[in-house]
């Protein structure tokens, strides 16, 4: 494991006055964390995306807060000193202040969070103003806002009319003066997450598939390696095809049993003649 001090709020801001960029990627289990950490990945998100990439739902909506608190356990056991922010699952914050306190609050004492985020504008800033009161610090999330699909007309690239980006760029002015700390911008175009950097006084401002000028930027972890099969989005870079080696080793693993090479001789464990002479003789 590194040495790495604690990411705080502080760390993150340093590096936003330094012009230093910021990594963030998804994450939901202890062992990914764990290479994460040594990685040096500077956040963590356990996004409500692993209704989709972990739990094999076609959507977000689904997430409930038991499957995200397990889940962001799960992440802080691995990576202890990153910056871990939990994502608020759909209706865990909507319908009153007292819910998104209570909720956001699992996740800082049941999970060990940094954070929470939630997503939407100017609609949703009591639930902000309430999360804040509670001690608690806030990532809001603009742009492709996964819970509000089906109103945004599918997974598509928000803010290409003059009227639209003019209201992501109000809201997240909004979403600033309430007190986030950061503001997430997903599938945005490039010049207008620039505006909206431009405008950040003091806000750390992230990109995802929105282009390069932010103060740092995130990734679906399994759109990074190939690990979600079912769509592969075009803003994510792929590093490497993980999930193709996957399966080239599970269809390999396969043949192997079908064919009886394996197990070979170096993947099992023996008995001396004797205890085995010995143990026929009990049985009589």
């Not at 409930?64 to 865990?92: C, K, N, W």
């Not at 309430?130 to 990532?139: E, F, M, R, T, Y």
Request: with cysteine; charged share 25%; hydrophobic share 40%.
């Amino acid at each position: 494991m590194s040495e790495r001090k604690k990411i705080t709020l502080n760390t993150l801001f340093k590096k936003r006055s330094k012009g230093i960029p910021i990594s963030w990627l998804t994450c939901y289990d202890s062992p990914t964390a764990y290479f994460q950490e040594e990685a040096g990945i500077d956040m963590i998100l356990v996004g409500d995306s692993l209704g989709m990439t972990m739990l094999g739902y076609d959507s977000t909506l689904p997430v409930t807060m038991e499957d995200m608190i397990r889940h962001t356990q799960a992440v802080r056991r691995g990576a202890p000193t990153a910056f871990l922010i939990g994502d608020m699952p759909y209706m865990s914050y909507q319908a009153s202040n007292e819910d998104a306190i209570r909720n956001a609050g699992r996740f800082m004492a049941e999970a060990g969070c940094d954070a929470i985020k939630l997503e939407g504008g100017k609609e949703i800033v009591e639930r902000i103003k309430a999360v804040l009161s509670a001690g608690i610090p806030v990532c809001g999330h603009l742009g492709l806002t996964p819970q509000s699909v089906s109103a945004l007309g599918g997974f598509r690239l928000q803010g290409k009319g003059a009227g639209a980006a003019k209201k992501i760029a109000e809201d997240a002015k909004i979403l600033e003066e309430a007190g986030a700390f950061c503001i997430l911008l997903e599938l945005i175009p490039d010049r207008l997450c620039k505006l909206i950097m431009d405008r950040s006084e003091d806000t750390i401002i992230m990109g995802l598939g929105s282009g390069p000028d932010a103060d740092g930027q995130l990734l679906i972890y399994h759109d990074m390696f190939g690990l979600y099969p079912k769509f592969t989005p075009s803003m994510a870079k792929q590093f490497a095809d993980v999930g193709g080696m996957i399966l080239g080793g599970l269809k390999e693993y396969a043949s192997e049993v079908e064919n009886r090479t394996f197990p070979s001789k170096e993947n099992w464990f023996g008995m001396k003649d004797s205890e085995f002479d010995e143990l026929l003789k009990t049985l009589g």
